[in-house]
């Protein structure tokens, strides 16, 4: 079973970048497409972006504006999300997990070993 560890959040102001990491073990990382999720206060876990494998592809919600920056680190094990501009929408916890490959966008089919995620928060 995979393990993820979640780190790189914290308090930011409009404006700001924070690089978001993610630590895996337990399975073969460079095996798997991994992506960021994130979940507001009252809302539902929605997707931010994700990483192929090998990182021979990237996608991301439109949300991002361009402003995200998703990479993968295999010999650490690590997949970071850089985020600058940051704005007040992008208040959340931020999860990590292996990506659904034909979508790009879901979850890996089964998936239920979420961390515990780092929390962001964009205020003045």
């Known amino acids: 079973q995979v393990q993820l560890v979640e780190s790189g959040g914290g308090l930011v102001q409009p404006g700001g970048s924070l690089r978001l990491s993610c630590v895996a073990s337990?399975?073969?990382?460079?095996?798997?497409?991994m992506g960021w999720f994130r979940q507001a206060p009252g809302k539902e876990r929605d997707f931010v972006a994700a990483?192929?494998?090998?990182?021979?592809?990237?996608n991301y919600a439109d949300s991002v504006n361009g402003r995200f920056t998703i990479s993968r680190d295999d010999a650490r094990n690590t997949v970071y999300l850089q985020m600058n501009n940051l704005k007040p929408e992008v208040t959340a916890v931020y999860y990590c997990?292996?990506?659904?490959?034909?979508?790009?966008?879901?979850?890996?089919?089964?998936?239920?070993?979420w961390g515990q995620g780092t929390p962001v928060t964009v205020s003045s």
């Open positions: 997990s292996p990506m659904d490959p034909p979508t790009m966008r879901h979850p890996q089919q089964g998936f239920g070993s």
């Open positions: 337990g399975r073969p990382f460079r095996s798997f497409a």
């Open positions: 990483i192929a494998y090998l990182a021979r592809g990237t």
